[in-house]
């Protein structure tokens, strides 16, 4: 089974798990409480399992309440330790495989909610044979409904208990890489791109650049002169300065810098 469809199969464990949860913690439990006359039931206070406590809710129940309490709510209570159990073992695993955690304690963790889930069904068990064997109370029934309830109670709330903290430190972990992520791929783009400074300098040298784009380069690297500098350069040496007349058959044609 690979991440993604380990993930899924979780949160359709958990949905349905809840959604069967809340049907008894609103629905079957809250009816079951009013025909008792305000009575909790044995699946929320397993000291009811006492003798004196159960033969008095039972009997506070009536036939129509026990009927109710065998048929409506028992079934819901079968279906949810198995989807309950199994949602969060498969969840603590997970979760312990996404942090890379591998530890015994970890590993007695994973087993607490289908401990749980197992407990609840002995409990289950038990509150079958009592009401089915009312008026008379079978006190074997009574005492693996009573030590089966409380010890439920304990491994359900250890297991969700790991669960929930797994959630938030994966969370944690999830934020700080995001985080961590983010603040690396600013440095990276605030690397990337030129100071102010650069993009200025950079401004101001490209008119000069473009200044004179025509300028034809000598084979030497050097600039040869423009017309303008060359008419000049013609007239302070022209045949008309005594100081500088030249024959004009024996200087070159050209003049170059």
Partial sequence: ??????RRTVIILLISAFAVYFTMLYTTLPTLTVIAGGQSMFDLAPQNFRPESAQALLKSLGEAGRTYYLHRQ?????LYPLLAGSAYTLGIKALSDRLR????????????????????YIENIA??????????????????????????????????????????INAIRVLKNYRSTRSTSQSFESQDAPSGQESTQAAHRAPEEQTFPHDIHHPTGRHSLTPEIAGETNTEHSPSSPA??????????????
């Fill in 127 to 168: 509150i079958v044979i009592i009401l089915r064997s009312y008026p008379e109370l079978p006190t074997t029934a009574l005492a693996f409904g009573f030590y089966a309830g409380t010890a439920k109670q304990v491994f359900y709330s250890i297991g969700i208990g790991s669960f929930l903290i797994l959630v938030i």
């Fill in 74 to 78: 028992l079934p819901l209570d079968f």
């Fill in 244 to 257: 500088h007349s030249v024959d004009e058959h024996t200087q070159p044609h050209d003049f170059k810098i």
């Fill in 1 to 6: 089974m690979n991440t993604l469809t380990h």
């Fill in 101 to 120: 955690w591998r530890h015994f304690v970890l590993s007695l963790l994973t087993l607490t909610p289908l401990a749980a889930g197992l407990l609840d």
